[in-house]
């Protein structure tokens, strides 16, 4: 228990810390809001996904099966699929209630991407092999469509602009919208290093990519540029806020990065990981963000610190002292998992 | 200086006994189709019901009691990609997810103590 101190006017942030997985944390995704809350999914090399309840960080199970790290993860909107990518050259698709493995997709190399339509009909995957390929879920013996094009491997592949189109990010330092009825591509993007992540806000249609120290965000249609931000670290992932009044970014420097989406200032920086950022994303209200690090750990970090929400609670003066029924306590921001 | 914002607690962290994905929570109880292929049928006959509880009920106690006999015997298991290996029965995980075992005899030479994984097995047999 902490000394009793009257209540001060600045908050520290106190992350929420989950522990779990025994290797780096390289991708996390979440549900749409469900009638059960919002759910988080964690894409570890240690081969073993994790779902978790998205406002508290409680772990809700483990998708066992995969025989190799895990690369990419995703939840349908509902939260009743996950979908995962692995470098045992499969993807799998999983039922997110019970834990069960659905179904398995065979590929021919390390499988980074996996992307579900908004109908969950559909799983688009691209990996090593520089294919995306697209799955119609309901006949999972049919062979899925492929699109090749990229002529190095795929890290990142999204669908955009209601399902009509894909967006893929390559190591060949492209990223390209194609039309999923045409398969063909419509617009490249190309750049001098390779961009290190990819996130679609289909409100709005914005596309935030990272590479090198910046963050940047496009027309995810046009594929214009909005605008650019400079980071004071290489940055690995960056994640805008869903009302756009903010943005998220982590990299090499293990640190997490909020900055005013209108001014490109940057607010606030917190330590926290004890490696390198390699995965940021807002929660679907925006209330949280949360972080997965080569440090094993995933942080939930609240957007407006203080404020009472999830396992954060807010002390007002008035609170302090007096006798509680609850045993709250504070942590030190640094706490090893 | 700041304080520090509290928290109710930590994030729970996994257990380590199981895969986790609650059957008793509200989720998995709304969400889930009952496992019972019959009961998925809008009019389920509760007699079909309980014959079908009862045959998954012998066959489940059935394959355990043949873990059970399983014990410190000498299995033989076949294995995708035509491997067939050799070894003494210890235990199994509660997912029955692997095997572990003793003395395993491969290709390649005795491995003293070893984990199987379940899903890599097509077969095993052994003298009861």
Redesign the interface.
């Given at each position: 228990m902490?000394e009793l101190?009257t209540?001060?006017s600045?908050?520290?942030?106190?992350p929420?810390?989950?522990?779990?997985h025994t290797r780096p944390v390289v991708d996390l995704a979440f549900s749409g809001i469900t009638p059960?809350g919002y759910f988080l999914i964690s894409a570890c090399k240690d081969g073993k996904p994790?779902?978790?309840q998205g406002d508290?960080?409680?772990?809700?199970?483990?998708?066992?099966?995969h025989?190799g790290a895990v690369w990419g993860a995703t939840l349908n909107t509902d939260a009743?699929k996950a979908a995962t990518a692995a470098a045992d050259f499969t993807a799998k698709v999983w039922?997110a209630?019970?834990?069960d493995e659905v179904l398995t997709l065979a590929h021919k190399h390390i499988v980074k991407s996996v992307s579900f339509t908004q109908d969950s009909n559909c799983l688009l995957t691209g990996g090593n092999d520089k294919v995306l390929r697209i799955y119609d879920l309901s006949k999972p013996e049919a062979a899925p469509l492929e699109i090749p094009g990229h002529t190095s491997a795929i890290k990142k592949a999204l669908w955009c602009n209601g399902d009509q189109q894909i967006l893929s990010a390559a190591e060949d330092k492209t990223i390209r919208l194609w039309d999923r009825t045409s398969m063909e591509a419509v617009k490249t993007l190309s750049f001098d290093t390779s961009v290190s992540s990819m996130e679609y806000v289909a409100d709005g249609e914005i596309l935030v990519i990272t590479y090198g120290k910046t963050i940047a965000f496009y027309n995810a249609l046009s594929l214009d540029l909005i605008k650019t931000v400079e980071a004071p670290a290489s940055i690995n992932s960056a994640s805008l806020h869903p009302e756009k009044d903010f943005f998220v970014a982590g990299g090499d420097d293990f640190k997490l990065y909020k900055y005013d989406y209108s001014t490109k200032e940057e607010l606030e920086s917190y330590k926290g990981h004890f490696g390198p950022v390699h995965c940021v994303r807002f929660s679907p209200d925006g209330e949280l963000y949360a972080s997965g690090s080569e440090d094993g750990t995933l942080r939930?970090w609240?957007t407006a610190?203080?404020k009472t929400y999830g396992?954060?609670?807010?002390?007002l003066p008035e609170d302090l002292g007096a006798e509680n029924s609850?045993?709250?306590?504070?942590?030190?921001?640094e706490i090893k998992a | 200086?700041?304080?520090?914002?509290?928290?109710?607690?930590?994030?729970?962290?996994?257990?380590p006994n199981s895969?986790?994905?609650?059957?008793s929570?509200?989720?998995?109880i709304a969400?889930?189709a009952a496992s019972i292929p019959t009961s998925a049928a809008s009019a389920a006959d509760p007699a079909r019901l309980q014959e079908e509880q009862r045959a998954r009920s012998v066959l489940r106690e059935s394959f355990l009691r043949c873990l059970l006999s399983m014990s410190n015997k000498r299995v033989q298991f076949h294995m995708y990609e035509k491997v067939k290996v050799e070894a003494t029965f210890g235990a199994s995980d509660i997912?029955v997810?692997n095997f572990q075992v003793s003395d395993l005899q491969t290709p390649i030479g005795v491995q003293k103590e070893a984990l199987i994984?379940c899903?890599d097995v097509i077969s095993y047999c052994f003298e009861v």
């Open positions: 902490s101190k209540q001060k600045h908050e520290k942030q106190t929420l810390t989950c522990s779990g059960y994790m779902l978790r508290t960080g409680d772990w809700i199970g483990t998708f066992l099966g025989k009743t039922d209630v019970s834990g939930l609240q610190v203080g396992l954060w609670k807010c002390v609850e045993q709250l306590y504070t942590t030190a921001p | 200086m700041t304080t520090p914002v509290s928290v109710l607690r930590l994030p729970r962290g996994p257990d895969r986790g994905f609650d059957p929570s509200p989720r998995f969400l889930c997912d997810l994984r899903q």
